[in-house]
């Protein structure tokens, strides 16, 4: 038996808890818990949460993005109550090129779209199926289902990952997430804040997941099972600010009402039964700097697995992270590594 201690409560963390050998003995520690009100201050729960492919990724990235994508996947089938979901995707892109696009044909019923498809200007788009989850349902669904298996959830707030060496762990993950820039024994300072303002609407009828990208453009619309529909977005790359701006809610409408007129059929926010403004931040690592960390470490007296960083939040990377990490413990504690193919989470069959 293995146990360990695992630094953050969000999508990252849990995932990884639900892929480790089911005899491990796992806290989860946190200043923010699932179930929890949503706090700007912890990206989870405001994160869009879809699995799309991110264009420039290393190979290794491209592997742990597709691994979640199997997990996702398969418990839109297994498990209704986690919220995900499936859907089909329409990408337009007004920049790069289709050689971009990794994972075509690697998702089902990828295909690119035809000329008389893509809307003026763009350069080429694509649609296939994927998933959408409720971060809100998802998370204290996860939570307890791994309750159910014997892991602990123990609020904490921590400076430092020495903090925690008194916790009895053979080993530490740091899932902290934007916490490992600040983190006093870890301070990296190739991650970096990544705002993202949005809404959420009332819409019942709409079952979409639309996107459209450009160097200056971003516009996404997509359902959820709640009879949601989130609409963004305002994205700024470096800056943590979480205010809401009327500006930014005006354009997000406005993108949305030019982008699928059929469905939003007005460009004024206030023409709709707007449920919350959604504004929160993601951190990611910058890739000119190593991009996504996935790394043991000998830290002192504690044996520290990272785990973060990862561009576009956890959900897209969620079960490919927990098994690299599950991987790294295999290794810590001299054991044969474990399989790389994807394979259903161990603590939630």
Request: charged share 20%; glycine share 10%; aromatic share 10%.
């Amino acid at each position: 038996m293995v146990k360990v201690t695992i630094l953050g409560a969000g999508v990252t963390g849990m995932t990884i808890a639900s892929c480790l050998p089911k005899d491990s003995e796992i806290t989860i520690v946190g200043a923010h818990l699932p179930g929890d009100a949503p706090s700007k201050e912890w990206a989870s729960p405001w994160a869009a949460a879809i699995w799309v492919g991110v264009h420039e990724s290393s190979p290794r990235e491209q592997a742990m993005q597709l691994r979640a994508f199997a997990g996702l996947w398969a418990l839109a089938e297994t498990d209704p109550a986690s919220s995900v979901r499936r859907t089909t995707v329409t990408e337009i892109m007004d920049m790069g090129c289709k050689a971009d696009v990794w994972y075509q044909y690697k998702v089902p019923d990828f295909r690119f779209l035809g000329p008389g498809e893509l809307p003026q200007g763009a350069l080429y788009g694509m649609r296939y199926s994927s998933v959408v989850i409720t971060p809100t349902v998802f998370l204290p669904w996860m939570a307890a289902r791994l309750q159910a298996q014997g892991v602990r959830f123990q609020r904490l707030k921590v400076t430092s990952l020495a903090q925690l060496q008194g916790m009895g762990h053979d080993i530490l993950i740091n899932a902290s997430g934007y916490g490992s820039k600040t983190l006093l024994d870890v301070q990296d300072s190739a991650m970096l804040p990544v705002r993202l303002q949005s809404a959420i609407i009332k819409h019942p009828t709409y079952q979409g997941l639309h996107i459209h990208r450009g160097r200056d453009y971003y516009s996404t619309q997509f359902s959820r099972l709640d009879g949601t529909v989130y609409i963004g977005g305002i994205i700024e790359y470096g800056s943590d600010d979480v205010s809401v701006t009327e500006d930014g809610r005006d354009l997000i409408f406005r993108r949305a009402h030019q982008e699928q007129p059929e469905v939003f059929t007005s460009p004024d926010a206030q023409d709709y039964d707007l449920v919350s403004d959604h504004t929160g931040f993601y951190p990611m690592r910058a890739r000119d700097k190593g991009g996504v960390r996935v790394e043991k470490e000998l830290l002192g007296s504690q044996k520290v697995i990272h785990a973060y960083g990862q561009h576009a939040g956890g959900y897209v990377f969620s079960f490919g992270i927990a098994h690299e990490v599950a991987n790294l413990v295999a290794e810590f504690m001299d054991q044969i590594p474990a399989t790389s193919t994807p394979v259903r989470p161990a603590r939630l069959s």
